[in-house]
T-cell receptor, first 112, second 114 residues
């Protein structure tokens, strides 16, 4: 079983601050996804990264994939209360036939 | 993105009864569907992987006789929790993967066994 470490697990910051969430593994990912989940709902895909060193932006969210494809980060600039939620990274190590392995998630609270 | 519909969204059942949860891919054919379980304030744990027309592959520690998975078509997979007990109460989520490679999640089913 592949392990995927996600940190921090809980983060509460003020509106307007920046934050970074990290996702790490000792193995090379074939791909990595970032999701956001609201209470009582399924995860919603934010981004998929595949290529080492890849950087993707989604408005104030910046996703980075490590050069060695073993780690990824999610950076939020000028956080807003609407960013509050559970952020999950999920990795694949095979060719896509296996399910995703999820990190423990980051519970993010942005206080107005 | 693609749409995956999960039904029901909430269900309450008596201990000892069975509950069926459906997962449908509405606008694409899902060659593979996955079932996850999520406890409060925890992450998702993969329970099983199912491919259309073949038996599901269960993760270690998941009882296949208790969590019956049927993937009868390219757009429908079902999870039946048999002889449910209160400890089976959880949030169950399916995801479906099509030819494009990305997996999309259903809305989840909140199961409460009383």
């Amino acid at each position: 079983t592949q392990l995927l470490e996600q940190s921090p697990q809980f983060l509460s910051i003020q509106e307007g601050e920046n934050l970074t969430v990290y996702c790490n593994s000792s193995s090379v990912f074939s791909s990595l996804q970032w999701y956001r989940q609201e209470p009582g709902e399924g995860p919603v895909l934010l981004v998929t990264v595949v290529t080492g060193g890849e950087v993707k932006k989604l408005k104030r969210l910046t996703f980075q994939f490590g050069d060695a494809r073993k780690d990824s980060s999610l950076h939020i600039t000028a956080a807003q209360p609407g960013d509050t939620g559970l952020y999950l990274c999920a990795g694949e190590w095979g060719g896509g036939a296996d399910g995703l392995t999820f990190g423990k998630g980051t519970h993010l609270i942005i206080q107005p | 993105g693609a749409v995956v519909s999960q039904h029901p969204s909430r269900v309450i059942c008596k201990s000892g009864t069975s509950v069926k949860i459906e997962c449908r891919s509405l606008d694409f054919q899902a060659t593979t569907m996955f079932w996850y379980r999520q406890f409060p304030k925890k992450s998702l744990m993969l329970m099983a992987t199912s491919n259309e027309g073949s038996k599901a592959t269960y993760e270690q520690g998941v009882e296949k006789d208790k969590f019956l998975i049927n993937h009868a078509s390219l757009t429908l997979s079902t999870l039946t929790v048999t002889s449910a007990h209160p400890e089976d109460s959880s949030f169950y989520i399916c995801s479906a993967r099509g030819g494009g490679g990305e997996a999309f999640f259903g809305q989840g089913t909140r199961l409460t066994v009383v």
